[in-house]
């Protein structure tokens, strides 16, 4: 075979070597994403607990809702699971 040929070959390899290098500098591996979306999830996990203005049975300690944006249905009313932080306990209260 002519030595053009061989030249040839090795310059389209090296170009779809660029092009497969260039895309993917543009994507992220899967550990990655992850971390990041662990991180996320951590910082709004840390803010979702909301007081709710309502007293614990158990220990007097103001409770939060579980997820302040999650609505369940029970017995027909509208209703948010709320825990007390101090001693764990958990409730559904009406809306």
């Known amino acids: 075979m002519p030595v053009q ?3 040839e070959n090795a ?3 090296f170009i779809a070597e ?9 994507l992220i591996s899967l550990s990655d994403h992850n971390s990041a979306r662990k991180k ?3 910082i709004n996990e840390q803010e979702l607990p909301e007081k709710n ?3 614990c049975p158990k ?3 103001e409770m939060l809702d ?7 249905e029970s017995k027909g009313y509208p209703m948010k699971w709320t825990r007390c932080p101090n001693c ?3 409730r559904k209260r009406i809306l």
């Open 18 to 26: 660029l092009k497969r290098i260039s895309i993917m500098e543009d």
């Open 5 to 7: 040929y061989y030249f």
């Open 66 to 72: 579980v997820d302040p944006v999650e609505v369940v």
């Open 59 to 61: 220990c007097g300690t």
């Open 53 to 55: 203005g309502i007293a």
């Open 11 to 13: 310059a389209r390899q």
């Open 40 to 42: 996320h999830w951590d």
């Open 88 to 90: 764990g306990l958990r």
